[in-house]
């Protein structure tokens, strides 16, 4: 290649090799920064998520003291109180994880479509992303539904 170029011994090289190899490893470094933000990313975004739902709970079980009060007093089970928040919680989660498919649906599609290329959602995908988001919900909702269904009643309707 220097005598190609017409490269005296001591100039320096105005040319670079690239092996496949070098290639592989840039992919692979690029790569890895994607992978790692693709995944950093959405499970910061579950963490606040389930947070925000724990504390709409809390702030749900503290605003209706009264309420549980009164089905406690009228023979209402630990159970049902606690069940009560529960489907709460776990709809919660459930309506804000459909609403975060559709938007992800949405912008593949808009995204895949600009360029022209098909759009072939996956079934098990979005079934697992559902899943996910409705175990956040129980998690994360579990707390504040054991702490209502533990209210003693006589002090809950004391609560103003």
Known sequence: MRARRKLGPNEKDNFGIVTPDAITGLRDRIF???FIVAIAV?????VVGAIVIMNIMLVSVTERTRE???RMAMGARQRDIRNQFLIEAL???AVGGVIGILIG???GWALVSRFGLPFVPSTGTILLAFGVSG???????LYPAVRASKLDPIVALRTE
């Open 32 to 34: 890895g920064t994607v």
């Open 42 to 46: 959405p499970f910061i975004a579950l």
């Open 68 to 70: 549980i009060g009164v």
């Open 91 to 93: 709809t919660l989660s």
């Open 105 to 107: 649906l949405f912008g």
């Open 135 to 141: 175990a956040i919900g129980v998690i994360f909702g």
